[in-house]
């Protein structure tokens, strides 16, 4: 499942991965895969921001704002029964930025 597109704050610095794939075991959404024994980020906008991936990384190739962009739009939407958002076109919104 896609969340909202670019909206994802998950930051893979490659020089610090040591291609340990704790990334990839841990991710619940795919969104790194081994590619030429290197491990790559498949496609950020499937991060759901959960933060396993940077807490288990142990070298700091992984940083992610967990619980921001587009999982709390997702979980606002679910909760509102509307459709996810990050925006604040809406003004009776008291958690917009």
């Known amino acids: 499942?896609?969340?909202?597109?670019?909206?994802?704050?998950?930051?893979?610095?490659?020089?610090?991965?040591?291609?340990?794939?704790?990334?990839i075991d841990v991710c619940p959404h795919a969104v790194f895969s081994l590619q030429n024994k290197k491990v790559r980020v498949v496609d950020?906008?499937?991060?759901?921001?959960?933060?396993?991936?940077?807490?288990?990384?142990?070298?700091?190739?992984?940083?992610v704002n967990s619980g921001v962009g587009c999982a709390l739009g997702v979980i606002n939407g679910m909760i509102t029964g509307g459709a996810p958002s990050c925006d604040c076109s809406d003004s009776s919104s008291v958690d917009c930025c």
């Open 1 to 23: 499942m896609k969340y909202l597109k670019n909206a994802a704050s998950l930051n893979f610095i490659q020089e610090k991965c040591t291609n340990c794939l704790l990334c």
């Open 44 to 63: 950020k906008d499937l991060c759901m921001e959960c933060g396993a991936c940077a807490l288990n990384c142990k070298y700091g190739a992984l940083t």
